[in-house]
């Protein structure tokens, strides 16, 4: 089974940016995709960032795309989630999560990190 760990959470000042990392161990072939999400506090979970282990290829909801970028390093099984110009509208937890698909759906993925706390204020 894929284990995550998310890390690199904190407090920031809006318009900073701040790298979260993932890392996976025990990967298996049928984990395709490694995707980003957040929830805060009484909101629905909300996509962020998906990219292919294989290829690279990434998908970014129209909301965020140009201020997050999703990478990966195959060699070291860890997965980065850049965020740029934060916003307090961006406090929440973000999670990490494994699946077979580059979809945005959150229950379209198997496995789910703990998540780490990002905190944005003005």
């Known amino acids: 089974q894929v284990q995550l760990v998310e890390s690199g959470g904190g407090s920031v000042q809006a318009g900073n940016s701040l790298r979260l990392s993932c890392a996976a161990s025990?990967?298996?072939?049928?984990?395709?995709?490694m995707g980003w999400f957040r929830q805060a506090p009484g909101k629905e979970r909300e996509f962020v960032a998906a990219?292919?282990?294989?290829?690279?290829?990434?998908s970014y909801p129209d909301s965020q795309k140009g201020r997050v970028i999703i990478s990966r390093d195959n060699v070291k099984n860890t997965v980065f989630l850049e965020m740029t110009s934060l916003q307090p509208e961006d406090t929440a937890v973000y999670y990490c999560a494994a699946g077979r698909y580059l979809v945005q759906n959150s229950t379209m993925y198997n496995v789910w990190g703990q998540g780490t706390q990002v905190t944005v204020s003005s």
């Open positions: 990219i292919r282990w294989n290829s690279g290829g990434t």
């Open positions: 025990g990967r298996t072939l049928s984990s395709y995709v």
